[in-house]
């Protein structure tokens, strides 16, 4: 049985430790409402463009049981990571490709750098 999780990319961390082709792409997205993403793969729809994500929209098909990718797809505008980096925060992921997660259930670091008063939050911006 396969899970599917799609979200806009508010910010996304590039989590990677090393250069693509070696390690597999590790990105932690927030999703919104407190929603995170943790993914960790070499799915290859996935790989970033430079100082890039591929897109601010992403869709992942996972193995419930394990969490492995079967698919992934990314759509729209190119997106830069967030700053500040949390690769030495964050340094190990989920044990599973795919891991949905609220902000509570992240590392104390990361919330904190997550929060603090350089994050990259997006500001909110109604439409009439």
């Given at each position: 049985?396969?899970?599917?999780?799609?979200?806009?990319?508010?910010?996304?961390?590039?989590?990677?430790?090393?250069?693509?082709?070696?390690?597999?792409?590790?990105?932690?997205?927030?999703?919104?409402?407190?929603?995170?993403?943790?993914?960790?793969?070499?799915?290859?729809?996935?790989?970033?463009?430079?100082?890039?994500?591929?897109?601010?929209?992403?869709?992942?098909?996972?193995?419930?049981?394990?969490?492995?990718?079967?698919?992934?797809?990314?759509?729209?505008?190119?997106?830069?990571?967030?700053?500040?980096?949390?690769?030495?925060?964050?340094?190990?992921l989920s044990g599973?490709?795919?891991?949905?997660?609220?902000?509570?259930?992240?590392?104390?670091?990361?919330?904190?750098?997550?929060?603090?008063?350089?994050?990259?939050?997006?500001?909110?911006?109604?439409?009439?």
């Amino acid at each position: 049985m396969c899970v599917e999780y799609r979200c806009q990319v508010r910010r996304i961390w590039d989590l990677t430790e090393c250069v693509p082709g070696c390690c597999p792409n590790s990105y932690l997205i927030d999703c919104g409402d407190n929603e995170f993403l943790v993914i960790e793969t070499s799915e290859r729809s996935l790989n970033k463009c430079g100082d890039l994500f591929p897109g601010d929209s992403v869709s992942v098909r996972v193995l419930a049981a394990v969490g492995d990718v079967v698919s992934a797809s990314v759509t729209g505008h190119p997106t830069a990571f967030a700053r500040p980096s949390l690769r030495d925060a964050y340094p190990g992921l989920s044990g599973t490709e795919v891991r949905a997660c609220r902000i509570s259930e992240l590392p104390n670091e990361v919330q904190r750098l997550i929060d603090g008063p350089d994050n990259n939050k997006m500001q909110q911006t109604s439409h009439g």
